[in-house]
Each structure stands twice: as C-alpha cells, then as structure tokens.
C-alpha cells in the first residue's frame, strides 16, 4: 500500500507526521496523522490509536506526554471524504466527519462507510508495515464520537487493545438522538444490528480479559446536558459485571480541545502504564 | 595584572624558538593600556576574523593599511632616521600575525590578542631584530620616542577608528532582554532574528528570571536541610571528640600498668631460672666431685695393690705363693667390682626457656575481662622494695547524698597487684582503696580511687520501629536507673554479619532515640549501648530493620475509644456492641469524632507505599494527616489531612477523595479490596490505587511542608488490616 507523506514537522523531539493512502475498506483517499517519538529512532514502540477530528494534532497538546512514554500515537480520520454520496455533506452528525466507527450495511453507505474494519484491521495493518511500531502492543482512545469508537473497538476485540480510555464518549448511542440517527442510516431499522456497535450493550456482553478503562467527562459539556452521552448507563453496566471504570467528571470542563488538553496527560500516562509494563 | 598574564601568556604557550621573551615591565602599565584601546579592537577583530577563518582579506587588508598609514604617520611626524626599515618592520608584523592560530586558546579572551599581538609585535621585532634581543628596539631613546609617537596615534586613532568599533564591547544601554533557552543565556531580541540563535527557543527574561528563582528556591530549601544536618553532625563530632580522649586517657593508663605488671612478672621469672639452673650446677658439679673422689680412691687402691705386688715379687717363694694367693683373691674381688667409668653428669645444660603461658594468660586476661556493668578491674602497685605478703582492696560505692547510711563496704585479699571485682551493681561509682599487709602489719591505705561500672544494656523497643527505604527510626528503653552519658547504634548487615565484620556505629546520642540512615532493599541488625564514665555497656538484644517499603505501625495513644488495635499493631476492629453516643471530651491526641486511629510513620522524606485490605461492604475512610491535625473533626473534612472515603448504601458503592471537605466526583464500578497508598513528599503527591487490578484511582496533589501520618477511621462496625514493608509495585511508579 502505498503512503504519500503530506507533512512532517518536528515537535518535542520527535516527528509528527501526515500520510494519505488509497483505503480498501473505504474505496477513498484517507488520511492519517502518525507521531513518532524520539524513541522510535532506535527501536519498536507501543501504538496508541486516537480517534476524533484531525484537531487533535495541534489543539490536544499530547505530543510531550508521548515523547516522554515513547508511545506512536496515530490519528485517522473520523470519516471516508470525497466519496460522493447523495447526503453525505447535510449534516456535521451524519455523513462525513461522522462515520460512527461502524461497518454500514445500507445503501449508499456501504461500499465506503466501513470504519470499523477500518480502525480495527487495514489502518494496524498499514501501520505495522510501515512504521516502527510493535504490533502486540496496541491501544485505543478517543473523543466523543471518537471516544465510542475506541469503547466498541475495545469491547469487541477483547485482547486486542491493552488498554482503552475516552473523552466524554458517546456510551449508549442506541438510547440517544446522535446514534439513532446515525445507526438507523447506516444499519437500518433492525434495532438488534444496532446494539453490536452499542458501548453499553456491548459491556454486559464482554467475556474477556481484564480491562482498565479510564474516562473524563466534563460536567458543563453541553451534550452531557442534552443526553447524547449517557455515561451513567454506561458505569451501571460495567458495575454489574464487574468491568473496571474509573469515571471523572470534571467540574466546569466543556467538550472543547481545551477540556482534552487539561487531561491528555493522565490519559496518556494511563496507556503507558499498560504498554510499557 | 597585565604583566602576570603576559608572563603566563609568555610561559605556557610554547615559546617558538625565534621569540625572546622579555618582561614586560619596560614599558608603564598606564601606558601600555591606553596606547592601543583602539588598536585592541581592530587587532582582535582582525585576530577573531582569522581565527574564524574566514579570510575577510579586505578587513586584514584594511588592518594593514591601517598600519601601514599610522606607520607612514609616525614616519612623518618624527622623521625617524631608519623610519622605513621601522615601518616595514611594522608590516611585516602582518606576516608574523598569521601565527595566531598557534594559539587559539589566548585568541578568544577579549583583552588577550591585543596583549598577545603586542608580544608579538615586540617579540616578533626582536626576532627580527635577531641577536640584539632585548636590546632590539634599539636605544632608550628611541623607545622614549616611539612611545611618544603611539601617545600621539592614540589620540589620532580615537577619533579615526571610532566608527569601526563593533558593538561587541560591552554596550550598557542595550541590555539583553530575552532569554534563550537552547544556549541558556541572555540575548537581545534581535539576536534572536539572525546568527545562532535564529532557530532556538526563546523565552521572555522576566520567565527566565522567574524560573531561575523559582531553581533557586528549591536549592534553598535543600541548602537549609544541609546546614542543620550539617550543625547537627559537628555537634556529634564535638561529642565524639571529648569520648576518643577519655578512652585514650583510660587505654593510656591501663596499659602502662599492665605492662609494668609484665616486666614485672618477666624478671621474678627470670630469677627464678636463673636460680635453677645455678643450683643444676651444683648437683652435677657435685656428682661429678663425687665420682672424682670415688675414681681417686680406687686409685689409690690400684696403686697399692700394684705397690704390694711388686713387693711381692721380690719375695722368697713360699712367702710369694702365700701372699700371690691371697693377693689373686684379693685382685680378683677388686677387679669385680665395677669400676664406673661413665660420667655421671652431663656437662651440658638443658636450654633455659621462659615460660610465657602464664604471661600470655595474663595479657590474655587483661583484656577478656570488659568493663562490664557489673565487674571492675582494679590495678595498683607497689610503691617501694617492701616485702609484701598480701594486698587487702577494699570498696564501697559512692553516695553523693545522705552521707548518713553507710554503704556496705567490701574487702578482697588477693596476693596479686590487679583484682576483678564482680558482683557490682551497674553504672554507679564505687571508690576503692588498697592496703599492703605483710608479717610486720598493714600499710597505710592508699589513695581511693574512683571506679564507674559500664552501664547496664538498653532494650530496644522493637514494637516502636519505624522506616522506610532510606531510614530507620528506633527508640529504646534506658536500662539503667540513673542517666547515662549516651548511647551508641550499631549496626550491620544481615546478610553478612560475620564475614564483612563491618558495623556502622553512631555515636553520642543524647536521647533514647534515633534516626539512621541505611541502603534500599537490605536487612540491617541493630544493637544499642549505653555509655557512660566507666565504659560501654554490652550490646542489647538485637532488632532486626528490613529497608523495603515503609513500616509502621498504629499508633495506641491516638486511636478513638471505639477501636481497638491489634498486638501487632496492624489491624484496627470496631466492634459491634452498641456504644452510647456520649460526648467524648475533646482530647489532642486520641480521635474523640471520627472513629480513627493515626499509624507512626518514620519522619523521613522521599516516598512511601503501604497497602490496606478492606471489606466490599465496610464504610471506611484512608489517607494521611498531619500529625495536629485536629482530632475533634472528621478526616478530610479540614485542610490538614486527605483521604479516600467509601461507603456503601442501597447496594452502590460511593466513593469520595476529601480534602477540606471537597470531592470531585468520580465514579469507580470494581470496589478495591485491598488499597495502595503512595505518599510521595518530592512530588507533593498522595495517590491511591486498587491494587489487585494495578488501577490508579485518584491523586491528590498536597503541600506537606510538616510530615504526615497514614489515619484510618471506621465508619460502621468492621475491621481493617494494614500491609507494611511492601516496595512499590511497578504500576504504581508512573505515578
């Protein structure tokens, strides 16, 4: 496959890079961001996968915290772009930039929404041939939309991610207006095919081994307010099967990069602590 | 100064064989430095052009040109007779000056090039000038001329070469006002655009200046520490001091007298042989007499009969054959009786050897009896010739009081001139006197002399001991009723006790205390003694130190009524049984609201880590306080002590980390059986993990500018268990 470098600039001692490259899941260009800290210079280090809007780069302010773990962090994009399909530019919570992590199954989606194989197979694939990164050591986090994509990776790849964390994720899309809408343009009416991509469903499910899931959510986020998050179903489900949650809410924190820059670090430290045990 | 560096400049550099080096004192000092400020900027400008090898011939082109008209100035002026060869002396100068890079180390220093061209220039003329060396400049009076001419120049040059003065020198009007990062130094903000600095970092110099206080007030904090660390050792060394003299006073005397009672013993022995042997002497002299006297007369015998027998033969025949018979008998019983002709004494004697036994047993015993609490070793000795059959030593203890009751005196006869006395009571003054007694009576006593017995051994109060990785707190009990002048730790390595011999002590301990630095992750044994005028004590019972993780244990004295404590001090109960709510009356040590209990955590910085098991269902609080912190109020509920609170109601778990009575609100869905608490003074920290899952929960960030103490409270009836001596586990050192 092949990669086309966009950017490279240096940053706290390591390189912070963009590639494009033809995706199969999607049939589209895709671009994504690769940070490669100083460390990976000389030897393999741990993935951390991010996945939100491509802001994260250069508003989050993670950089410091992965040069010091030695962790790549890689950030792809929230949704295949330029595919042309009718619909796809309506709105900002459906269509482009809102892929939803899912692998769509309705038309016209189906053919390019698939980033859920995206994020979870071609993209790590991409990224071992690549890149100086050792593929038994892989984590997820994200943000909001971002931060339900790394849940549902994680819950239905137990054993595959190390460890995963998010910022005020969408933790029950199946009850709020956002993954309604989103699931029932992807998947259909079929309400049984929502729940496989559903955090809090998935969670009463979960079989496998022991995860540690750490989450911050900012109590004056607004969609906090407006039930689109829905984390206590959440905690309530890992509660009953024992699933270890530490859930933050953060007095007077938002939904902004400003509230993800505050505690990137602890995010980060989290990761490290499981993929450089 | 001057002529100091150039003297210095003039022997450390490799002096090239063509240069005399002459002193500089030639020339005033006044002088030489204003003869060429001028001439100092252009030279080292010149001088650092080359050394940056960049050929800026026009600026060298320049600089000669310079010369060369400042050169064809004095020439005019003065009318220097050989002007010309001066002034191509003068140029060629130029030449001589590519030698600069021999000497890249004098050419970076600002005034150095100037003083070192000058060198040059004069040693480069007196090369030039070949053998005249100093003498090359020629007359006195043309040096009085010359100098005169560079007066003049100076005056010219200041106001011809102004403008060529780069701002390299120091310009106090445009002072630097960023800070670079990268270089670490101070720099103007135009600097930054070009020259080196074009692609570092930069910061404002207010930051810089912040961020260097801010260095410099923790380096403060460290300095103090290390000054009263510092004052506290010297006042231990002071102690020591005045100890290591006393003991020499005692090992002086001791050993003088003991080694008087060797000489001593060495010479009666030596009579003793001696008498000996001379009485060997006799016996075989006269053994040997004997045998001479006995081999005389058997001569005598012999002769007779040989006397007789001649005799005989000169008689008639039948008188002979009369006298022959009975003369044959005779001969016959003579000649039958033996004749000892073996020497019945040896001439040589047996090798004399002393035997040192008993002495070696003597100085063996000297030094086996110790100064023990309960024995003395008194020695005396005799003042003159007398003869003495026996000495009476007699003691008492001493009283500085009540002078009314008599202490029981004890007397001891013994025949040498040292006694040990035993039976005697621990770290008390006995004074004893001495008595000489032979046939004729006693002697006057002797002068008394003052004895201290070594005090009694201390107990070490192993319940009490704390540390961490890096210290141990231990405290013991006296062991003796009347104070004693100090104590000694001792201690060593488990591991090795014999084979490294090694002991740590410390000396000079005022109190029945101590704090002893000690090595991570080892065993240490511990011993204590007292001291006092009459020696150490013996060691103590042993305590054993194990430096992983930190121990300690709950503290008694601070616990509330409603708990009780285990005998280990590690497990703290709250017992079912219905307790009226009276008001307990505010007390500062015991707990008298929140049913908690304080544990004693060794006073030392750094970091440390323990762990407590707890029920799912119990209602607990765990953290730290500071040790006043006040014990009326609930712990988190004021701003001198932290804490990690559960409870559980309805079926859900809750969990609250206060601190002056604030939370934030985090939710936690696996309740933590068994608790990690890492308290890390370095970085103001307190976190709390969930050990069995290695997941961190939460961390406080505190300022503890006083120590803490772990505290536990138990809100409902139910027990938990603390876990000590536990080094961090991995997880817990990202935090």
């Known amino acids: ?277 | 100064m001057e002529e100091e560096s150039g003297e210095e400049l003039g022997l450390d550099r490799s002096t090239p064989k063509d240069f005399h080096f002459y002193h500089m004192d030639l020339y005033d000092s006044e002088d030489r430095l204003h003869l060429f400020p001028e001439e100092n900027t252009r030279m080292r400008k010149v001088v650092q052009a080359e050394m940056a090898n960049e050929s800026r011939g026009a600026g060298d082109g320049k600089a000669q040109r310079d010369l060369q008209e400042e050169v064809d100035e004095l020439v005019h002026l003065y009318g220097l007779e050989d002007d010309h060869e001066l002034g191509d002396e003068f140029v060629d100068e130029n030449i001589p000056r590519t030698g600069v890079s021999e000497y890249p180390p004098y050419m970076m220093k600002r005034r150095d090039p100037a003083r070192e061209q000058r060198d040059w220039r004069l040693s480069g003329e007196a090369a030039e000038a070949e053998d005249l060396g100093f003498g090359g400049w020629g007359s006195a009076g043309q040096c009085q001329d010359l100098r005169e001419a560079y007066r003049y120049t100076h005056g010219r040059a200041s106001e011809e070469y102004e403008c060529y003065v780069i701002p390299e020198e120091e310009d106090e009007e445009e002072a630097a006002d960023v800070f670079c990062v990268t270089c670490k130094t101070p720099i103007r903000a135009f600097q930054k655009v070009f020259d080196e600095h074009k692609e570092h970092e930069v910061i404002p110099l207010n930051e810089a200046l912040e961020s260097a206080k801010d260095e410099i007030h923790k380096n403060m904090y460290k300095l103090e520490k290390q000054i009263i660390e510092m004052e506290n050792f010297a006042n231990h060394l002071e102690e020591v001091f005045i100890t290591v003299e006393e003991n020499f006073g005692k090992q002086e005397q001791n050993f003088e007298s003991h080694y008087n009672e060797i000489l001593e013993t060495l010479a009666q022995k030596y009579e003793e042989k001696i008498q000996a042997l001379g009485e060997k002497k006799k016996e075989k002299l006269e053994a040997l007499y004997g045998q001479l006297v006995s081999c005389g007369e058997n001569l005598d015998t012999c002769k007779e009969l040989m006397e007789t027998i001649e005799e005989m033969c000169h008689e008639e025949k039948v008188d002979f054959i009369k006298d022959a018979v009975a003369m044959a008998d005779r001969l016959g019983k003579f000649l039958k009786t033996k004749t000892d002709v073996e020497i019945s004494a040896q001439p040589e004697f047996e090798d004399q050897t002393l035997d040192f036994s008993d002495v070696e047993q003597l100085m063996g015993s000297i030094n086996t009896i110790p100064a023990t609490g309960s024995s003395v070793r008194v020695c005396w000795s005799l003042y003159s010739d007398d003869t003495v059959e026996s000495y009476q030593l007699s003691y008492r203890p001493v009283q500085d009081s009540s002078p009314g009751t008599d202490q029981a005196e004890f007397t001891v006869t013994v025949k040498e001139t040292y006694c040990s006395v035993t039976n005697l009571v621990p770290n008390t003054q006995y004074e004893f006197w001495v008595t000489a007694h032979n046939r004729a009576g006693p002697s006057p006593s002797s002068e008394r002399a003052v004895y201290m017995t070594a005090p009694s051994p201390p107990i070490i109060k192993t319940k009490e001991i704390r540390s961490c990785e890096e210290a141990v707190l231990i405290c013991w009990e006296s062991g003796n009723l009347n104070p004693v002048d100090s104590y000694t730790v001792e201690l060593t390595q488990a591991e090795s006790p014999e084979a490294s011999g090694v002991t740590e002590s410390v000396v000079g301990i005022p109190t029945c205390e101590s704090v002893v630095q000690l090595q991570p992750g080892r065993s240490y044994i511990i011993y204590v003694r007292a001291l006092n005028m009459g020696g150490p004590s013996v060691r103590s019972e042993p305590a054993t130190v194990h430096t992983i993780g930190s121990y300690f244990r709950l503290n008694k004295d601070t616990c509330h009524p409603w708990l009780t404590i285990s005998e280990d001090g590690l497990t703290a109960v709250r017992s079912e049984r219905r307790t009226p709510a009276r008001e307990l009356s505010p007390s500062d040590t015991h707990f008298t609201r929140c049913v908690a209990v304080m544990g004693n955590l060794i006073p030392v910085r750094g970091h440390h880590y323990w762990e407590v098991e707890v029920d799912e269902h119990l209602d607990y609080r765990v953290g730290v306080a500071f040790a006043d912190v006040r014990k009326q109020e609930d712990l988190g509920a004021n701003c001198l002590s932290w804490c990690m609170r559960h409870t559980f109601a309805s079926s859900r778990h809750k969990y609250e980390f206060l601190h002056n009575r604030t939370t934030p609100d985090i939710r936690i869905t696996v309740p933590p059986k068994k608790i990690g608490i890492l308290l890390d003074y370095e970085h103001s920290k307190l976190s709390f993990f969930n050990v069995d899952l290695s997941q961190h929960l939460y961390t406080f960030s505190c300022q503890l500018h006083e120590f803490v103490h772990p505290c536990f409270s138990l809100e409902k009836p139910g027990c938990l268990k603390v876990h000590n001596g536990i080094s961090m586990p991995k997880h817990v050192t990202f935090y």
């Open chain 1, 1 to 277: 496959m092949a990669l086309k470098q966009i950017s490279s600039n240096k940053c706290f001692g390591g390189l912070q890079k963009v590639f494009e490259h033809d995706s199969v899941e999607l049939n589209c260009k895709m671009k994504f961001a690769v940070y490669l800290p100083p460390k990976a210079e000389t030897g393999k280090c741990p993935a951390l996968y991010w996945l939100s809007e491509q802001n994260f780069i250069s508003k989050s302010g993670y950089h410091q915290s992965a040069s010091e773990h030695g962790l790549v962090v890689i950030a792809p994009d929230t949704s295949p772009r330029g595919c042309n399909i009718k619909g796809e530019d309506e709105s900002w919570d459906f269509g482009t930039g809102a892929g939803f992590y899912v692998d769509a199954t309705e038309d016209p989606w189906k053919t390019n929404y698939r980033m859920y194989s995206y994020v979870t197979e071609e993209l790590p694939q991409l990224i071992n041939a690549n890149f100086p990164v050792d593929p038994q050591r892989m984590s997820i986090f994200g943000h909001s939309m971002g931060g339900h994509g790394a849940l549902i990776c994680a819950l239905k790849n137990p054993g595959k991610y190390k460890s995963v964390s998010a910022f005020a994720p969408i933790c029950n899309p199946v009850l709020c207006p956002w993954g309604k809408k989103a699931f029932s343009g992807y998947l259909g009416t079929d309400q049984s095919k929502w729940k496989a991509y559903d955090a809090t469903h998935l969670v009463k499910s979960y079989p496998g081994s022991q995860l540690d899931i750490l989450i911050d959510q900012g109590k004056d986020d607004q969609f906090l307010l407006d039930g689109q998050l829905l984390p206590d179903n959440f905690i309530a489900a890992c509660t009953e099967k024992k699933i270890p949650v530490v859930f933050r809410l953060q007095e007077g924190y938002d939904h902004s990069y400003y509230f993800i820059a505050t505690f990137i670090t602890d995010h980060i430290r989290h990761h490290a602590k499981y993929l450089n045990a």
